[in-house]
């Protein structure tokens, strides 16, 4: 689209309502001034009209005109203009970094929204309308009527197997997907399995292939058919990408080498849990190690509970 | 026994608090202000408000004192604030050929009409520390700088428009105004036009693009540049309300401006002639306006049928890693926690351990 | 009503509150878009001038804005007054140029929308067409992202050949029009996604 030539956001009545708290002279509003959920309403329409293109076409990137948040490109900038562009005052966020609430990249944006948004925060899954993640999905099953919204650095599958986006969005659009098998079936002749740890390549709905963001392959099977709708932001690499609910999310395997998910041989010292990804933590200078969830709400709530674990 | 680590909201309070500190320094010593900022970290508030894309000079210096003197933070915070402020619409294109000029040299012709006029510059100065400035007080007494020929009298000719006359410099045809992009608006696509490779390298960190520019000058995509003209001063922004019709004045701002010539050979359907490279800057940089000159004329190598084959002309890679606040953002995130996926790693690198162990040898299926 | 500047054209009365309402709009949307063929609803006070639906002009509203260029079937032209003062959407002759089409009528071809490319797919126009009921008329069944195996979803008012337009538009997939459907306050999407299978007979429901 092209720059207007004209004026004509002055006879725009939902932007004056911004426009009238700008003080006359040029000093930055205050965080009272700034509008509803930080972002102005003309961004919000355009990320949520290329979220709404998104949905229609799962796992297709839609390129959106990304903007400078105040926090820096890396920290989840475009996961936050994603949740600022949907939040509403009868939501209930919930924002976790590694599957954990407590980390501070989690505490900042979850304070950016109470602030600016005015909404209702939680640690529970359960109770969360709207999750914003990094790098997890929640042990706890989604359900109908959530929305989980991934910070995504590169949103790209085919990046590092070619570096040009005008090449990787003509291979999109003819459905070209060998390198990837290719690269895949290299490791596998290498390593004797697929090596791909996390981010692992996923083809949503038989026909885009996708990046899950860097979540931990563990993952990879809740977005299969999850009742929760999922939302990708990538804010410096300007993309937003979606998975309808329901939709089927296959990960990239061969016949003879199926896709597998990572395994512990302990439970967590905590919660006892077998089910879910655990975090290594070194817990003496003799190298001794402990297993924990990642995911602390679901620790939290199993200990609650009773579990225990053998720590 | 281990204990999940709580505690985030109150490390975060107290970093800030710290930084706070920090900033401040010694509180013996009296704050700097925002105006001395200003006035006398010129080049610095320059900076900012060109890679800031903000042309503020208050808020670019509080953006200088607020980052305790971080260059990139300092434009981060004026980009941040830039992003929230309503738009009421686009100004008509500068005239630098009407601007006021304060400094202008050509290497290309030793005299010209308005003549070279050399202005604040460093370019003859011995880079001698000037040990008068260590005291407070003023440096030792100079006489007062002639205010004669510190600035044109009027509107300078533009030394590519001289050789326009001869027809011996490409024409450069100004675009629809309504195709000029905007790229703080809209996803960038490729190929990407000239406006929006202009004005990514206007907000472009300025050691990416002398770096780039000095590659094409050692053989990386040489183009055989002239600085035809370099040229710094005041224009008049002008804007048309649309309830008048009319361009009215709106206030003057400081820009540098480039215009590179370069060679090239003509082709069959265009007879040899010089090509330009173009680079305009908030403020006064030159070093700025050179490298963007530089790169905008590798940039367009695709277009008069040069090989690209070089960084500086490699449209993707140029506009992606151009903007400094990505960059940044993009670097330093991995000092974010990435436990989980580096627990992944871990788990599958043990599971090939074990696996290369087992097989006690080359690891079987990588032998065929 | 306000009367607009210009002329004696009446303008439709915008969102009550405009930026709240366009995030409720846009959730009713986006929930529709995420669950094809599921009704939602628009709930904000909109009492829009015939024959505009209060649904359609919430999609409007929330949605368009000068960057969208938007399309009016002639059952809605005389809304164009109404949406240039709201939104600024330039309004466009060409179906297949539009962001976003509004039709009050009969739903024009599909195929004479802006379909996309196959390099930017949602370079298509999303059209949202008014129909005389939703939950009632022709039965059909949908299937495909979004849906739990298969969903009902009634609708009075589409073209007969309805259902031919529609399996065009999935073969050109990922190119393709989305569909918005209202009726009063209530919409249901039908993105290009979706695959929809007439119902043979109505007496299969238990």
């Not at chain 1, 990538?234 to 937003?240: F, P």
């Not at chain 2, 993707?316 to 606040?325: I, T």
């Not at chain 3, 529609?166 to 009726?183: H, S």
């Amino acid at each position: 689209m092209n720059a207007p030539t004209s004026a004509k956001s002055l006879a725009m009545p939902a932007e004056t309502k911004s426009a009238e708290t700008k003080p006359a002279e040029a000093k930055p509003r205050q965080e009272a001034g700034y509008n509803y959920a930080y972002l102005d309403e003309q961004t919000k329409r355009s990320i949520r009209r290329a979220l709404l293109k998104a949905v229609a076409i799962p796992g297709y990137q839609v390129p959106f005109g990304s903007r400078e948040m105040p926090m820096p490109y890396g920290w989840g900038t475009g996961g936050v203009q994603v949740t600022a562009s949907v939040l509403g005052p009868d939501d209930t966020l919930k924002v976790i970094d590694q599957g954990a609430d407590d980390t501070t990249n989690a505490v900042s944006i979850r304070r950016f929204f109470a602030k600016t948004a005015g909404v209702k925060t939680t640690t529970r899954t359960e109770e969360a309308s709207v999750i914003q993640t990094r790098h997890r999905i929640p042990e706890t099953p989604l359900k109908a009527g959530q929305i989980v919204v991934f910070q995504v650095p590169i949103p790209e599958p085919l990046r590092w197997l070619e570096a040009s986006e005008a090449e990787t969005r003509k291979m999109h659009a003819l459905e070209e997907y060998g390198v990837m098998h290719v690269k895949l079936y290299e490791d596998v002749a290498r390593f004797g399995r697929i090596s791909v740890a996390y981010d692992y390549p996923v083809k949503v709905d038989g026909r885009y292939i996708m990046r899950p963001s860097p979540i931990p392959k563990f993952d990879n099977p809740k977005l299969d058919r999850s009742p929760a709708l999922m939302l990708f932001g990538a804010g410096r690499e300007q993309r937003i990408y979606a998975v309808p609910p329901y939709t089927e999310v296959r990960s990239l395997d061969f016949e003879d080498h199926p896709f597998e998910v990572e395994s512990w041989p302990r439970c967590c010292a905590l919660c006892g849990a077998k089910d879910s990804f655990l975090d290594e933590i070194i817990v003496d200078d003799q190298g001794g190690r402990q297993f924990v969830c990642s995911d602390t709400d679901y620790c939290e709530a199993r200990r609650a509970a009773g579990h225990r674990g053998p720590a | 026994m281990y204990v999940a680590v709580k505690g985030g909201e109150q490390a975060i309070d107290n970093a800030h608090r710290l930084l706070a500190e920090e900033r401040r320094g010694n509180p013996e010593q009296q704050e700097i202000s925002v105006a001395q900022i200003s006035g006398q970290l010129a080049l610095a508030v320059d900076r900012v408000m060109a890679e800031g894309s903000l042309y503020d000079r208050e808020l670019a210096a509080l953006a200088i004192k607020q980052a305790r003197g971080d260059m990139i933070e300092a434009i981060f915070l004026l980009r941040a604030y830039r992003t929230t402020l309503p738009r009421f619409g686009y100004s008509e294109p500068l005239r630098s050929d009407r601007m006021q000029v304060r400094r202008r040299v050509s290497a290309t012709f030793k005299d010209l009409p308005g003549g070279q006029l050399l202005g604040p510059t460093f370019d003859y100065t011995h880079r001698l520390l000037d040990m008068t400035l260590l005291d407070d007080g003023e440096p030792s007494a100079q006489p007062a700088a002639e205010r004669v020929g510190e600035s044109s009298d009027g509107p300078l000719p533009r030394v590519v428009d001289l050789l326009n006359d001869e027809g011996l410099i490409e024409t450069e045809t100004p675009a629809d105004e309504r195709d000029v992009g905007d790229l703080t608006r809209e996803s960038l696509t490729f190929p990407a036009g000239r406006d929006l490779r202009l004005q990514n390298l206007a907000r472009a960190d300025e050691g990416f693009l002398l770096g780039l520019g000095y590659s094409t000058q050692r053989g990386y995509g040489n183009n055989h540049p002239f600085a035809g003209e370099i040229r710094m001063g005041e224009v008049a922004v002008e804007f048309v309300p649309e309830e008048l019709g009319f361009p009215i004045e709106i206030g003057e701002i400081t820009v540098t401006e480039c215009q590179m010539i370069n060679q090239f050979q003509g082709s069959e359907q265009a007879p040899p002639q010089f090509t330009r490279g173009y680079g305009l800057v908030f403020g006064q940089s030159e070093r700025k306006a050179m490298s963007m000159a530089l790169v905008d004329r590798a940039l367009r190598a695709s277009e008069l049928g040069e090989e690209a084959e070089n960084p500086a002309q490699d449209e993707e890679f140029v506009l992606y890693h151009s903007d400094n606040v990505q960059a940044t953002g993009f670097v330093e995130h991995l000092k974010l926690p990435h436990y989980v996926d580096f627990q992944s790693e871990l788990t599958v690198l043990r599971r090939l351990r074990a696996d290369f162990e087992t097989a006690s040898g080359p690891v079987p299926e990588a032998a065929e | 009503m306000t009367a607009h500047p210009d002329s004696a054209v009446e303008i439709a009365a915008g969102f009550p509150d405009p930026v709240l309402d366009s995030q409720a709009a846009f959730r009713a949307i986006l929930d529709a878009m995420a669950h094809p063929g599921r009704i939602a609803t628009v709930g904000m006070q909109l009492s829009p001038p015939a024959p505009l639906a209060p649904a359609s002009l919430a999609c409007v509203l929330s949605l368009c804005d000068h960057e969208t260029p938007l399309w009016l079937d002639d059952a809605a032209s005389s809304l164009a007054a109404s949406f240039r003062f709201h939104c600024g959407a330039p309004l466009v002759g060409a179906p297949d140029r539009a962001a976003f089409a509004l039709c009050c009528g009969p739903l024009p071809a599909l195929a004479g929308f802006g379909q996309g490319t196959a390099e930017y797919p949602e370079h298509s126009t999303t059209v949202i067409c008014q129909v005389s009921a939703l939950g009632d008329g022709v039965p059909m069944t949908l299937r495909g992202p979004g849906i739990d195996g298969g969903q009902q979803l009634s609708v009075a008012g589409l073209p007969d050949d309805f259902s031919a337009q529609w399996a065009a538009n999935g073969a050109l997939f990922p190119q393709g029009v989305d569909v918005i459907l209202t009726q009063g306050q209530r919409l249901v999407a039908l993105p290009r996604s979706v695959k929809i299978e007439p119902e043979v007979g109505t007496c299969m429901s238990q």
